[in-house]
Structures are given as C-alpha cells and as structure tokens.
C-alpha cells in the first residue's frame, strides 16, 4: 500500500482543518491508521489511530490527550481514504504531519497504535501551521 497524505496550510488559532490519507495498492479497510506529527527540533509524536475494519464498517479510535475531545479520525472504506478532522486548532499543533498504516492484529483492539515502530507504511508529510 502507499499512502498520500494531503490537506495541510496555513490557519488561525481556533480554525479548523481537515487532513486526508488516500491509499493506493491495497484496501485501508484490513490496516489500523494512524496520524502522527512532528514539530521543528521534535520527535515524532502519536496523535490519533482508527483500528481495522470491524463488523460495523469503522474501527475502535485512540486519541493522544493533547488532542483528545479536539480532533476526529475517521476513515471511508469506500474511498479508500482515512480523515483526521482538527478543530479548535492551537499554535502547538503546527508541525509536519504524516499518516501511517500498521498491519491488522488479532480481535479489535489496536495494540501498539501510539508506537511509530508499529506501523509498516508511511505517506510524506503534510505541513499543518497554525498562527497566534
């Protein structure tokens, strides 16, 4: 699979933006998703996951707490395409932002979804730059 992540720009405190990974190759649906950002002069953090397919269509969510309540991942089977929707977006958000694709464990849970090591595919980077 290969992954093209696209939405990123320049926004204000508390606007919204909506960031897209669209795959090519194979179907997201039997992958857990992740997004995760890197800041200047920073390491590599977990912002947000959505497990593999389950019986409904979708897939359990995990959040990292800077972005809990703010921040939305979702992901459209059909399109083929997996979406973190950021609102009330705040300066320490800016940083480069990339999605990645970990392959699918055993039940539902997504284990390992906050580890850059779980995951087997990367799109580039998106920059996300919000101003004060």
């Known amino acids: 699979v290969q992954l093209q992540a696209s939405g990123g720009g320049l926004v204000q405190t508390g606007d919204s933006m909506r960031l897209s990974c669209a795959a090519s190759?194979?179907?997201?649906?039997?992958?857990?998703m992740g997004w995760f950002r890197q800041a200047p002069g920073k390491d590599r953090e977990f912002v947000a996951a959505?497990?593999?397919?389950?019986?409904?269509?979708?897939?359990?969510?995990y959040y990292a707490d800077s972005v809990k309540g703010r921040f939305t991942i979702s992901r459209d089977n059909a399109k083929n395409e997996v979406y973190l929707q950021m609102n009330s977006l705040k300066p320490e958000d800016t940083a480069v932002h990339y999605c990645?694709?970990?392959?699918?464990?055993?039940?539902?849970?997504?284990?390992?979804?906050?580890?850059?090591?779980?995951?087997?595919?990367w799109g580039q980077g998106t920059q996300v730059t919000v101003s004060s």
């Open positions: 959505i497990g593999w397919r389950d019986g409904s269509g979708g897939g359990s969510t």
């Open positions: 190759g194979r179907t997201l649906g039997s992958y857990g």
């Open positions: 990645a694709a970990a392959w699918a464990g055993s039940g539902s849970y997504f284990s390992g979804y906050g580890s850059i090591g779980r995951y087997a595919v």
